[in-house]
């Protein structure tokens, strides 16, 4: 079976732009989640969802948002970016709500 | 609340030595799952083990191991014989209602 897939690896943007993120899970499996990575924070949770409800959310401003579609592929959305907003944001699928497995990432640099 | 604690920041060794990381955790949770993940480089998190919390067995995979501790919450992982592959940062991870809590991770660096 194909990995977790995330597209764009890497991404360049300004302040004030905004940014989608996609991820596609591994064939079958229902939920996917997201985590943001930076030195400062470490590895954080976003949200998760499945069958495309947002099932969990983690402790991030409404400038990030998420949806899920019917073939459980995912995008996340970051609106008005700040630099602050720069990090490695990793998408991970699951088949049972334990294990969850990662994709590359998508590194965003905002300038 | 959940917290995920790695006291070790980085691990420095000659390749062929055992590596020990330490892993203590907190949940109120009664039912959970303990995870080490591994981070090469690249940056990918690429899953190595998984133990539920009714399961204190201890086991051996390749050269990978663990000491789940239920009593003093603790979830220890050895690689052992290390390799310069070995290379990376490695996470220990708690999972309660869907949500992966890490640790802060530990360096360990593996040397010819």
């Known amino acids: 079976k194909a990995g977790v897939t995330q597209t764009p690896r890497y991404l360049i943007k300004t302040r004030g732009q905004q940014v989608t993120l996609s991820c596609s899970p591994i064939?079958?499996?229902?939920?996917v989640s997201w985590y943001q990575q930076t030195p400062g924070q470490g590895l954080q949770f976003l949200f998760e969802?499945?069958?495309?409800?947002?099932?969990n959310k983690g402790n991030f401003p409404g400038r990030f948002s998420g949806r899920q579609f019917s073939n459980s592929r995912s995008e996340m959305n970051v609106s008005t970016l700040e630099l602050g907003d720069s990090a490695l944001y990793l998408c991970?699928?699951?088949?049972?709500?334990?294990?969850?497995?990662f994709g590359p990432g998508t590194r965003l640099l905002v300038l | 609340a959940q917290k995920v604690t790695q006291a070790q920041t980085e691990i420095s060794v000659v390749e062929k030595e055992d590596v020990t990381l330490d892993c203590v955790y907190e949940?109120?949770?009664?039912?959970?799952?303990l995870f080490w993940y591994k981070q090469p480089p690249s940056g990918e998190l690429v899953f190595l083990i998984r133990r539920n919390s009714f399961d204190e067995q201890n086991e051996i995979s390749g050269r990978y191991s663990w000491n789940f501790q239920k009593s003093t919450s603790s979830f220890n992982f050895t690689i052992t014989a290390s390799q310069v592959v070995d290379s990376a940062v490695y996470f220990c991870a708690l999972i309660s209602w869907g949500k992966l809590q890490f640790g802060a991770g530990t360096q360990v660096v593996v040397t010819p």
């Open positions: 949940t109120r949770d009664t039912t959970y799952y």
């Open positions: 991970a699928s699951s088949p049972d709500q334990e294990t969850q497995y």
């Open positions: 969802y499945f069958s495309e409800t947002q099932r």
């Open positions: 064939s079958g499996h229902r939920s």
